[in-house]
């Protein structure tokens, strides 16, 4: 059940997140955006990380760390808020739903990883959802610039690859210790950026109260806060689970629309609603094996 919750809570903070990012990367650009949420996400955390320093003495796989950091943080943050360049948040948005099967495909290439066909038929069903939810106007996805819906299924492999290296290789990390890696991986690669491309996050930034909003949004609750609930689907459940909320996101973007914008809730959304959670729950459902079925029968 606990699974269930933070996957609804993650989707609700991220579908709010691509709101911010839209705000910030006219300002910040697009590394002084990624700069600013991990760096923001980092400070959130820090007191948490502290009550766990212990941890540090044990040995720790940098190398890991920093791929996920890498790949999960700094890469795709780039190209999202490089995407929203180009194109609005929501097509951003439906586009990231496109992660989960990205990550069953490269856990079926890359990691050995047999899924189901009942698994596939969930992702196909979330999918169905999410065009549910566009109305089945899946053309609309190609009127904007080829560049930004390029740079968003980039993002979306360089999720589902950081999803299945975190589950082969960082089962044993405690979570706070790898979100906060990964966030200071992610702003380095912000602050790279920014050098590389010379840019700057404007000092007046700072003094724009709507700004303050979107950095403590995005970077506190989008970054900080979300990760912990990220990687503890991760740990708990599978990385298919984990990316799964992307599904979600259309949907609670909806939701903020409707709770902040009276935006009304359609037929569409409720359908969508019913077949993206019926495509969750056949994608992560595990049959009980014939073993564990006697077990119970014992038990009983």
């Known amino acids: 059940m606990k699974k269930y919750i933070a996957l609804v809570g993650l989707s609700l903070i991220w579908g709010l997140s691509f709101v911010f990012i839209k705000y910030l990367v006219g300002s910040a650009g697009v590394w002084g955006t990624v700069f600013l949420r991990c760096s923001a996400g ?10 766990k320093r212990d941890d540090f003495k044990k040995q720790i796989p940098w190398k890991a760390l920093a791929i996920v950091g890498v790949f999960n943080a700094g890469v795709p943050w780039g190209l999202i808020a490089l995407s929203e360049t180009q194109i609005n948040s929501n097509t951003a948005a439906v586009l990231n739903a496109m992660t989960p099967i990205c990550t069953a495909v490269i856990g079926f290439v890359f990691f050995s990883i047999v899924l189901k066909k009942q698994q596939w038929i969930g992702v196909l069903l979330g999918f169905v959802g999410v065009l549910v939810i566009m109305e089945f106007q899946v053309g609309t996805l190609f009127t904007d610039s080829l560049v930004g819906i390029g740079t968003m299924v980039v993002a979306t492999i360089c999720y ?30 912000g602050a790279t950026g920014m050098l590389v491309t010379g840019s700057a996050v404007p000092f007046d930034l700072f003094t724009d109260s709507y700004a303050l909003i979107a950095i403590v949004g995005l970077g506190c609750l989008g970054s900080g806060i979300a990760h912990l609930l990220f990687f503890f689907m991760v740990k708990e459940a599978s990385a298919e689970f984990a990316t799964s909320v992307t599904y979600l996101i259309p949907l609670t973007a909806m939701f903020w629309g409707y709770v902040l914008l009276d935006e009304p809730v359609s037929h569409n959304l409720v359908l969508g609603l019913i077949c993206i959670f019926g495509g969750v729950y056949l994608a992560t459902r595990k049959k009980k094996t014939f073993s564990h079925m006697r077990k119970a029968e014992k038990v009983s």
Do not use: E
């Open 160 to 189: 589902g690859f950081s999803s299945q290296y975190t589950k082969r290789h960082l089962q044993h990390m405690g979570i706070l210790i790898v979100a906060v890696c990964t966030l200071v991986v992610g702003a380095i690669v």
């Open 42 to 51: 980092v400070l959130v955390l820090l007191p948490f990380l502290w009550s």
